[in-house]
């Protein structure tokens, strides 16, 4: 089963619509609706601009898991690259390109493209990130937020920038809430495709 958080925090609609959307798109409809149903969500259908408490999110995934019996992590981190290929784009297209041109520019701005995404978003609880160059194809992304659990998802996420960026990227989880750090730490290799 799925280790929900302690902490009472709100996501909104956009993220349980977009995992309803990555399900469809890989199991169909009748999968979600046993999603859906096994994690006690009498409305599959969510308002984008909605603030929903993050258990029903976390309950999603968990119910996703076992539908799939794929492990929630796995399922997480899947979920953090379909956001960078499909939902990303198509919500935040224009946000994404001033983001920045390069892997290392775009992730050193991702607290300013989380400011402007929160002037939609009201209330937004939004993660922080702040980066240590290390070479030109090493740095250190520190991921710090309330949530506690969702470093698979943001392992997907570069995953999926390293597409955008067309340069190869492999993550390494380096210090973990999990393992009693105080906020989880990546290092992000990168380099040409």
Known sequence: MFDRPAARCALYGLINNSLRDMTIARWGADRWELVAARAGVADII?????????????????????????????????????????????????????TGRTLPVFLSNLDRMHDRVATIFQNLEQPSFSVEILSDTALKLHYRSRRVGLAPFVIGLLEGLGERFSTKVSVTQIASRGDGAEHDVFLVEHGAA
């Not at 029903?56 to 379909?82: K, P, Q, W």
């Open 46 to 98: 969510f308002q984008n601009m909605s603030p929903y408490d993050d258990s029903l999110t976390y309950s999603l995934v968990g119910a996703l898991s076992e539908e799939t019996t794929i492990d929630a992590s796995t399922l997480l981190r899947d979920f953090g690259v379909y956001w960078i290929r499909v939902v990303a784009p198509k919500q935040y297209g224009d946000l994404l390109a001033f």
